[in-house]
C-alpha cells in the first residue's frame, strides 16, 4: 500500500479537522502507514548508530538515510503530531570540520510526502515497536490490532522533559532489584536516579498503570527468571543480548553533556535520553504472559527486545 | 562472511581493443586478462582470456587523523588507449588514483663487461676485453610498474575515474568533489566541480558518478543521489559548478513511497559509444538519456521491479544502496546491468526485447548456451521460474562489461569472473 502511495483518510472523530483529500483505503491502512513510517524512522535510526565501522561509512549512504530521516521528522511536524521527534545528532566521526553533521532541519527543498494531515490525535504513539520490514511487507492485518492495543505504549525516543515520574521510576527500579539484587544495581540505580535528576516528569498520561500492573506479576516474573533472563529475538538483524548488559553496566551520563561538537542547535532533547530510566520504564510492565488488549501497557518479549537493541546502540553510539 | 573475501571482485573493463579485460578487487588487487590469438588450427577456441599479469594496485592505509582504515579495494579500473607495445591503466581506491604500466619483456641483455651473467663485479683485473652486449630472448614476462600516484586530492570517496578524449588529461570523482589532472603532473590537479555545502548539516546531495563525453574534451556529465544528472562544460568557466544542462525526470507520483529518493539515486552513469546518448542506472531500473532532451529519459527499462514490493526489508539489510553499474554493447544497440540472485540483464533497444540470463557455476558449463531465466512474480510458479522470496541477495552482479566491438562481455558475480561469447555457429 505504501509503495503506492496512497492517499490517507483523515480520521473523521478528530476535532478540528476539515475535510480533506478522503483515501479510498480505510483504517487499517492508515494505520499501517503510521506504523512503517516509524519502523523506518527505527531502522534509519540504527543504520546511522549501529556500528562504528573501520573505514569511513559511506557519505552517500549516510546524506540518504539522513534525508529519510528529516522527510519523517517533517511529515510529523506538519501533522502536528504531539511529541517532538528528537533531531538524530551527527555521527561518531573524529573530525569535527569535515564530517557529516546532522543539524536543525533544511526543508528548502523538501516537499512533505503528503499534504494532507493525517492526525491521530494524542493517542498516536510515536515509538510502536520495532517491527521487522519484512511482516510490514506481507500483512496489513496485524498492525491494526497491535496498534489499537498499545494506543499510549512508552515513547523510546522521547526528550527528557518526558522522563517518568519519581514514583513509577523508583517502583521500577525496586522491582528490578527484586529481581536482580546484585550490589552494582544500586549503583546503577543511584546513577540512574542521579541523571533522572531535575528533569521535570512527565504528565502521566503515558502509563500510570504500569507498575502497578507488573507488581501483581512479580511472582510470575520470578519464575520464568532462572536462566532467562536472557533475551532472545526472532529478527535478524538485532543480537542476543541480557538485562544485565544493559540495566548493570555503567550508566553512561555523557548523553546529558552539551557537546559543543555536535550540532548546534542546543537542545537538552538533541540525544535520545535512552538511559536506564527508559529501559526501566519499559521493564515495569514486563511481562512473559503474552499481550491482552485490556493491558495497553503491556509488551510483548519482542518489542522490548527491539527497544532494549536500539537503545543499548544508542548508548553504545554516544560512548564512541 | 562472504564480504570480507578479499578477492571479490570490484571493477571489470575491457582496454580499448578488447585485447585486454582487467578486474580489480576488494585486496587491492589488479588480474589482467588478455585475449588469445585465434589460430586456425584450433577453430574451436575463439580467442579465451588467460591470465596476462597480476599485481598488487594499492595497499590498505591508515588514516591517523581520524582514525580510520582506508580501504585498498579498487573502486574503478579504466584503460588509456594504447600509444606503443606498453599498457597503462588508471586505477583507484577511496583515496589514491595510480597510473600503471603493463609491459612485456622478452629479451634481456646479455654480455656485459663490468658485470658477470649472476650480476656480481667482476674484478677489474680480469677484464681484459671490450664487448658489446646483446639481447637475446627469454621467457615472456609481464611486469607492472607504478608509473603515477595521485595522492593527497580527495577528502572524500572517489567513485570515478575517466579519462579524457584528449588523452592528456582525466577527472576522478568523489562525494562531493570533481578534479581534474593531468597525467603528467601528480601534486596538483584543478577542482571543477565542487558541491560541497558551506554548512555541511545542509548537505543533502552528493555526487555518485561522472565521465567524460567521449569525442567533445570540454565536457563531462555528473549524477546525483536524488537522481539527477548534469552536463558541464568546461569551456565555461574553470570551477564547472553551473551545468549547461540538467537532466531530471518528474517523480511519478502513483510510485510514490518513502523510498522514492533513495531508489532514484543514480549508481552508474555512461556515454553510449556515439556520445548522443547516456545511460544512467538507478536501483529498479535503466535509463537511456538523449543528450537534447532534459527532462526525461527517451526509454527506461525496469530491470527486476518486482523488489518494489521489498523496498523496506532491502533498506533493512542495506541491499537497497547496492550501486550496480551498467553498459553499452559497441553499437549502442543492446544494454547490460546486473541484479540479485547472479541475475543480469540485457535489453536490446532496437527490438525492445530483454532477457535475463545467470552466472553461476551450476547453470554454465564451459561452451554451453545460457539459458533465460525468469522471476515469477506472483500467482503460480513455472517449473524453471524462481519466486521473488527466493533470489538470493547476498549474489549480487555489480559489475560487467562489454567488449567495445564484438559480444563478448565480462560479468563478475563475486569472486568469480564469466567470460561469455556469442555461440559459435
Known amino acids: ?320 | 562472511p562472504c564480504s570480507s573475501r578479499a578477492d571479490i571482485i570490484s571493477t571489470v573493463e575491457f582496454n580499448h581493443t578488447g585485447e585486454l579485460l582487467a578486474t580489480g578487487d576488494k585486496g587491492g588487487r589488479v588480474v589482467i586478462f588478455q585475449r588469445e590469438q585465434e589460430s586456425k588450427n584450433q577453430v574451436h577456441r575463439r580467442g579465451e582470456y588467460n591470465v596476462y599479469s597480476t599485481f598488487q594496485s594499492h595497499e590498505p592505509e591508515f588514516d591517523y587523523l581520524k582514525s580510520l582504515e582506508i580501504e585498498e579495494k579498487i573502486n574503478k579500473i579504466r584503460w588509456l588507449p594504447q600509444q606503443n607495445a606498453a599498457y597503462f591503466l588508471l586505477s583507484t581506491n577511496d583515496k589514491t588514483v595510480k597510473l600503471w604500466k603493463v609491459s612485456e619483456r622478452d629479451k634481456r641483455p646479455e654480455g656485459y663487461n663490468l658485470k658477470d651473467e649472476e650480476g656480481r663485479l667482476r674484478d677489474p683485473a680480469t677484464i681484459t676485453t671490450l664487448r658489446v652486449p646483446v639481447l637475446r630472448p627469454m621467457d615472456l614476462m609481464v611486469e607492472a610498474t607504478p608509473r603515477r600516484v595521485f595522492a593527497n586530492a580527495h577528502t572524500y570517496h572517489i567513485n570515478s575515474i575517466s579519462v579524457n578524449s584528449d588523452y592528456e588529461t582525466y577527472m576522478s570523482a568523489d562525494d562531493l568533489r570533481i578534479n581534474l589532472w593531468n597525467f603528467e603532473i601528480t601534486n596538483q590537479s584543478f577542482n571543477i566541480v565542487d558541491i560541497k555545502p558551506a554548512n555541511m548539516e545542509e548537505l543533502t546531495e552528493v555526487i555518485t558518478a561522472a565521465e567524460f563525453h567521449p569525442h567533445h574534451c570540454n565536457t563531462f556529465v555528473y549524477s546525483s543521489s536524488k537522481g539527477t544528472i548534469r552536463l558541464c562544460d568546461m569551456r565555461a568557466s574553470a570551477l564547472c559548478d553551473r551545468h549547461t544542462k540538467f537532466f531530471e525526470e518528474p517523480e511519478d507520483p502513483s510510485n510514490r513511497s518513502f523510498f522514492s529518493e533513495i531508489i532514484s539515486s543514480i549508481s552508474d552513469v555512461k556515454f553510449s559509444h556515439s556520445g548522443r546518448y547516456i545511460m544512467t542506472r538507478d536501483y529498479l531500473t535503466v535509463k537511456v538519456w538523449d543528450l537534447n532532451m532534459e527532462n526525461r529519459p527517451i526509454e527506461t527499462y525496469q530491470v527486476h521491479d518486482y523488489l518494489r514490493s521489498k523496498l523496506c526489508s532491502l533498506y533493512e539489510n542495506d541491499c537497497i544502496f547496492d550501486k550496480f553499474e551498467c553498459v553499452w554493447n559497441g553499437s549502442d544497440s543492446v544494454i547490460m546491468t546486473g541484479s540479485y540472485n547472479n541475475f543480469f540483464r540485457m535489453f536490446d533497444r532496437n527490438t525492445k526485447r530483454d532477457v535475463t540470463l545467470e552466472a553461476s557455476r551450476e547453470n554454465s558449463k564451459p561452451r554451453a548456451i545460457l539459458k533465460p531465466r525468469k522471476v515469477c512474480v506472483g500467482g503460480k510458479r513455472r517449473k524453471d521460474e524462481i519466486s521473488v522470496d527466493s533470489l538470493d541477495f547476498s549474489k549480487k552482479i555489480l559489475h560487467t562489461a562489454w567488449h567495445p566491438s564484438e559480444n563478448i562481455i565480462a560479468v563478475a558475480a563475486t569472486n568469480n569472473l564469466y567470460i561469455f561469447q556469442d555461440k559459435v555457429n
Open chain 1, 1 to 320: 500500500m505504501l509503495g503506492k502511495g496512497g492517499k490517507r483518510k483523515f480520521d473523521e472523530h478528530e476535532d478540528g479537522l476539515e475535510g480533506k483529500i478522503v483515501s479510498p483505503c480505510d483504517g487499517p491502512s492508515k494505520v499501517s502507514y503510521t506504523l512503517q513510517r516509524q519502523t523506518i524512522f527505527n531502522i534509519s535510526l540504527m543504520k546511522l548508530y549501529n556500528h562504528r565501522p573501520l573505514t569511513e561509512p559511506s557519505l552517500q549512504k549516510t546524506v540518504l538515510i539522513n534525508n529519510m530521516l528529516r522527510r519523517i521528522q517533517e511529515e510529523l511536524k506538519q501533522e502536528g503530531s504531539l511529541r517532538p521527534m528528537f533531531t538524530p545528532s551527527s555521527q561518531p566521526t573524529t573530525e569535527p570540520s569535515d564530517s557529516y553533521r546532522e543539524g536543525p532541519p533544511a526543508f528548502s527543498h523538501l516537499a512533505p510526502p503528503s499534504s494532507h494531515p493525517c492526525d491521530l490525535g494524542s493517542t498516536t504513539p510515536l515509538e510502536a515497536c520495532l517491527t521487522p520490514a519484512s511482516l510490514l511487507e506481507d500483512d496489513d492485518d496485524t498492525f491494526c490490532t497491535s496498534q489499537a492495543m498499545q494506543p499510549t505504549a512508552p515513547t523510546k525516543l522521547s526528550p527528557p522533559t518526558l522522563s517518568p515520574e519519581k514514583d513509577s521510576f523508583s517502583s521500577a527500579l525496586d522491582e528490578i532489584e527484586e529481581l536482580c539484587p546484585t550490589s552494582t544495581s544500586t549503583e546503577a540505580a543511584a546513577a540512574a536516579t542521579d541523571s533522572v535528576k531535575g528533569t521535570s516528569s512527565e504528565a502521566g498520561a503515558q502509563k500510570p498503570d504500569g507498575p502497578q500492573e507488573s507488581r501483581t506479576d512479580d511472582s510470575k516474573l520470578m519464575d520464568s527468571l532462572p536462566g532467562n533472563f536472557e533475551i532472545t529475538t526472532s529478527t535478524g538483524f538485532l543480537t542476543d543480548l541480557t538485562l544485565d548488559d544493559i540495566l548493570f553496566a555503567d550508566i553512561d551520563t555523557s548523553m546529558y553533556d552539551f557537546d559543543p561538537c555536535t550540532s548546534s542547535s542546543g537542545t537538552a532533547s538533541k540525544m535520545a535520553p535512552v538511559s536506564a530510566d527508559d529501559l526501566l520504564k519499559t521493564l515495569a510492565p514486563y511481562s512473559s504472559q503474552p499481550v491482552a488488549p485490556s493491558q495497553p501497557f503491556k509488551m510483548d518479549l519482542t518489542e522490548l527486545d527491539h527497544i532494549m537493541e536500539a537503545s543499548y546502540q544508542l548508548s553504545r553510539a554516544v560512548r564512541n
